[in-house]
């Protein structure tokens, strides 16, 4: 069953333009519920795109540190959730029950009620303990997406290749799209 409405939270790990883009994506289609943005996420964007974030006109953006946030608690989570980039340090969080921050306690909300939660780290290399901590989310019910990209598609852009993670998560929230040609098909 694919996810009627989506949150999306963008924290501080490179990669930013996934979430930015995920955002817009599942906006255009009338799937996002609502985008939690860390503080390191804001200064990674301002790094990486040498501009601010940009989230759609209208959509609710919360702070990761806004307890007052919906996301606050498991009565206001919608039935799917993706941490796009997410850093080592949230999923560490999450691994491990640290509920400090919006998206810690939402993930974990969603974990606990048995909903769609997708996590793609954006870390190279990894370490043990990093592998652990992923290893153990995806024992708890999350989907690991890794971003990164494929080149079967034969990507001509940097759009493809964010495009390319972008599908991904898509379909691991079980919605359908074409933003990436699917293998053994004409390539």
Do not use: H, Q
Not at 97 to 125: F, H, Q, T, W, Y
Not at 181 to 186: C, F, S, T, V, Y
Request: glycine content about 10%; some cysteine; aromatic content about 6%.
């Amino acid at each position: 069953m694919g996810c009627k409405k989506v949150l999306v939270a963008i924290t501080g790990a490179s990669g930013i333009i996934y979430g930015e883009r995920l955002v817009e994506i599942l906006y255009n289609m009338g799937l996002l519920d609502g985008v939690i943005v860390s503080s390191a996420a804001l200064n990674v964007a301002r790094i990486e795109l040498g501009r601010e974030l940009r989230i759609p006109d209208g959509v609710r953006v919360f702070k990761d540190s806004d307890f007052s946030s919906p996301y606050a608690s498991s009565s206001g989570l919608p039935n799917c959730m993706a941490v796009v980039p997410a850093s080592m340090n949230t999923i560490a969080k999450i691994a491990w029950g640290i509920s400090d921050n919006i998206v810690a306690r939402a993930a974990l909300g969603m974990l606990r009620l048995g909903r769609k939660l997708v996590l793609a780290p954006r870390e190279s290399p990894l370490g043990v303990v990093e592998l652990e901590n992923l290893a153990k989310l995806a024992r708890s019910g999350a989907v690991v997406v890794p971003a990164c990209p494929g080149f079967y598609t034969r990507p001509r852009s940097i759009n493809d290749l964010v495009d390319f993670v972008a599908g991904k998560i898509l379909d691991s929230l079980g919605i359908e799209n074409t933003l990436y040609e699917r293998w053994g098909r004409g390539n």
